[in-house]
């Protein structure tokens, strides 16, 4: 079993920058993709970013790329998720997951998740 627990959300003005964690207990870390996703009021859930094993190459959504930028650390059991230049359109519930694959921007290929952080960009 995969335990994530996200944290570093909160409400930000449009600009402003955030940086999220996700810290993963229960397995060997880095055996498996994790990824960053988000869902917005209404919206279905979407990938937002992640990283490929072993190379650690991120993978971002069109939207985020340039703004955001995703890491990992193998040593903390972690994975960040820093937001640049947020704007109203990035509001959501950031959720980590994680998965058994080398990577993926799929959610069904994702086994575990968190409870997800609240992120709120006002304009």
């Known amino acids: 079993q995969v335990q994530l627990v996200e944290s570093g959300g909160g409400m930000v003005q449009a600009g402003g920058s955030l940086r999220l964690s996700c810290a993963a207990s229960g397995r060997t870390f880095s055996t498996g993709a994790m990824g960053w996703f988000r869902q917005a009021p209404g919206k279905a859930r979407e990938f937002v970013a992640t990283m490929t094993i072993p190379r650690a190459i991120p993978i971002y959504t069109g939207s985020v790329k340039g703004r955001f930028t995703v890491s990992r650390d193998n040593a903390k059991n972690t994975v960040y998720l820093q937001m640049n230049d947020l704007k109203p359109e990035d509001t959501a519930v950031y959720l980590c997951?994680?998965?058994?694959?080398?990577?993926?921007?799929?959610?069904?290929?994702?086994?575990?998740w968190g409870q997800g952080t609240q992120v709120t960009v006002s304009s």
């Open positions: 997951a994680a998965s058994r694959t080398l990577y993926s921007t799929t959610d069904y290929e994702y086994e575990y």
